[in-house]
């Protein structure tokens, strides 16, 4: 047996070490960038605040955003038009159910991240950081889920825990970390 | 006798494996060609008998230039995609694969299917950059030019949208094309950069679990991934059937990730940041959770399970008479190779062992063939898939036990639900036309 054994393992140690030879040659083009350069580009929220920039907005400020630039879609107080209404929900009974931010949303922070890469739909990235901190607290308030006069900002938000937040099943726990 | 009765004759000789007419899945290559000959053709019109010949006049002069981009013939025009919103209103897009009027194993880069969340951006390949950063220990920016040096991959994949097939949860059967029953799924040979070379280069953190992936249009979409799939079989695919990757799917690169998600295969990919925890995204937390009937949501439905569906004949592809034919259609699993396609003409009765196109892919569609010989009469067709992993598709009462159906009819275009996977069985009526039923 071990005579046998002995010819494969030669033949095995230098397609290893051909691999690995290959693998150094990858070209490592890649130019370094600065946290300075991508800053502009660098606008995912994590769900424990990771992210959030400085400053901050409370539902008043945003009310005026939004009647300014959001309205238009979104209907007069979030209550919906040609698109999705942003107030309200009935409990989630099944999947006809409609998913709202307040029945269904489970953090705080996917609004601002959403909020500021995608919105207003025909003009995304067009709100300085203030705007999306001051829409974000309007809309919770509007969901009564902040007080009237709470200020969201790096610190705050993270800290508005949604009612659906605990309603998920991991659907492939040993893919997910 | 000719030949092509003789065929015809042999053929109508051969004992059925299966209830209704199915025949060997060999039947056909044992005869041969004039065996296929004898075969009636899938037909969307009524065909000419059979006349004299003669030459016409594409015969008789020299033909057109042949032009620098190639189109197909002006006769092929009805192949389309179906657009869910043509004039780009403030909303999603939809396009879809016309899979009654195709064959094969891959979809044309023209005819695959696309959504679209804020229309197609027109990126500018040289000013288009691709940063990875976050937990790295160098962050590093490519351009498309220096992607183009790397030592790269080609591998077929599918891509299905999580939303494919969500008519299906409708209460009761809709009457649509199969084009809008299943046509948010389509297959190509992508070919660029494995994304394990890049994260790489820049240098993972131990801490980094997460990617974030986003894309470069309007809404900037953005998905978490695993970093255990980015390490496996992830790809920056720069080019789709050989040409560079479509408007539509995602030029001049997309994230790739065989067998997952459709949304989460970043189009017009620009920025991967490797984190701690997802991130939660718009399509994460809120559009891809699937309610369950107990009110609860899944989350992270990354995978695209075992699946089949009989394109021909198919709901738009009607029988043109009694005779023989062959059912044929399209399987894959996003876990891995097909590795069983089992077909029936009789509402699950009987069974018969379909042959599988070689070679199969994984993560690929997979087409699968059967002769049949349709006696004219009413006939329930269905087919089941089995994955390398073991999986088997379920049957539709299966489905909907674990994951609802709806209370009333839904819009075709809604999407109730998603991750739909299970059988999908035609009813031929005793005209030939072809329905969608509940079997």
């Not at chain 2, 599918?158 to 094309?177: D, L, R, Y």
Request: proline letters at 8%; glycine letters at 8%; one cysteine or more.
């Amino acid at each position: 047996m071990s005579t046998r054994k002995s010819p494969a393992l030669l033949i095995v140690v230098p397609l290893v070490l051909l691999a690995s030879a290959l693998f150094a040659q990858a070209p490592k083009l890649g130019k370094p960038i600065s946290a300075a350069d991508l800053s502009d580009w660098d606008i995912n929220i994590l769900p424990d605040g990771t992210g959030l920039p400085p400053g901050g907005g409370t539902p008043v400020d945003g009310a005026r955003v939004y009647a300014a630039k959001c309205a238009v879609c979104h209907g007069p107080e979030g209550k919906g038009g040609a698109n999705a209404r942003l107030v309200g929900g009935e409990p989630i009974k099944n999947f006809e159910s409609e998913k709202t931010i307040a029945n269904f949303w489970p953090y705080s922070t996917t609004l601002f991240d959403y909020i500021r890469r995608a919105m207003p739909y025909r003009q995304p990235r067009s709100l300085t950081n203030e705007e999306v901190y001051a829409l974000t607290a309007y809309i919770l308030s509007l969901n009564k889920l902040i007080g009237e006069h709470d200020t969201m900002n790096a610190q705050t938000l993270p800290k508005v825990r949604m009612p659906n937040r605990d309603g998920f099943i991991v659907r492939f726990p040993d893919k997910t970390p | 006798m000719t030949p092509r009765d003789q065929a015809k004759r042999e053929l109508e000789s051969l004992t059925p494996v299966a209830g209704n007419g199915l025949l060997h899945r060999r039947a056909f290559l044992r005869g041969g060609a004039m065996l296929a000959g004898a075969m009636s053709a899938y037909r969307l019109v009524p065909s000419a008998s059979a006349q004299k010949l003669a030459d016409d006049p594409w015969s008789l002069a020299p033909g057109a230039a042949v032009p620098d981009y190639g189109v197909r013939s002006r006769f092929e025009k009805n192949v389309v995609r179906t657009l869910s919103n043509p004039k780009a209103e403030p909303r999603t897009q939809h396009a879809r694969t016309p899979h009654h009027l195709l064959n094969g194993t891959f979809t044309p880069n023209s005819l695959h299917f696309v959504i679209s969340h804020a229309g197609d951006p027109d990126i500018d390949p040289e000013k288009h950059r691709l940063v990875i950063h976050g937990l790295v220990k160098q962050p590093l920016v490519f351009t498309l030019d220096t992607l183009a040096r790397y030592p790269m991959v080609s591998r077929m994949a599918f891509v299905e949208c999580g939303g494919n097939s969500a008519p299906m949860f409708s209460n009761e059967p809709i009457q649509a094309s199969i084009q809008a029953l299943h046509g948010l799924v389509s297959c190509s040979e992508w070919t660029g950069v494995p994304l394990s070379t890049l994260l790489d280069e820049a240098g993972i953190d131990p801490k980094g679990k997460w990617i974030v992936a986003e894309g470069g249009d309007a809404p900037h979409l953005s998905r978490s991934v695993p970093l255990t799939k980015a390490l496996d079989d992830a790809m920056i695919a720069l080019y789709q059937n050989g040409e560079r990757v479509m408007p539509g799917n995602g030029y001049p690169m997309r994230l790739l990730l065989p067998g997952w998600e459709g949304n989460m295969n970043i189009k017009w990919v620009r920025r991967i940041q490797v984190t701690d925890q997802p991130g939660m995204t718009f399509y994460e937390a809120r559009t891809y959770a699937p309610i369950l009937p107990n009110g609860k949501a899944y989350r992270f439905y990354f995978i695209q399970e075992v699946k089949s569906f009989i394109t021909h004949p198919s709901p738009g592809l009607a029988l043109s008479g009694p005779g023989f034919y062959e059912i044929s259609g399209i399987a894959y699993s996003g876990n891995g190779r097909i590795s069983k396609v089992m077909v029936s003409a009789d509402g699950g009765r009987s069974w018969a062992q379909a042959a599988l196109q070689a070679p199969v892919h994984s993560k690929a569609f997979t087409r699968f063939r059967l002769p049949w010989r349709w006696d004219g009469g009413p006939a329930l067709l269905q087919s089941r898939a089995w994955d390398e992993a073991g999986n088997m598709q379920p049957s539709r009462s299966e489905l909907v036990a674990a994951r609802g159906q709806t209370t009333k009819v839904p819009a075709v275009t809604a999407f109730t639900s998603q991750h739909y996977n299970a059988i999908q069985s035609w009813s031929i009526e005793r005209g030939g036309e072809v329905r969608n039923v509940y079997a």
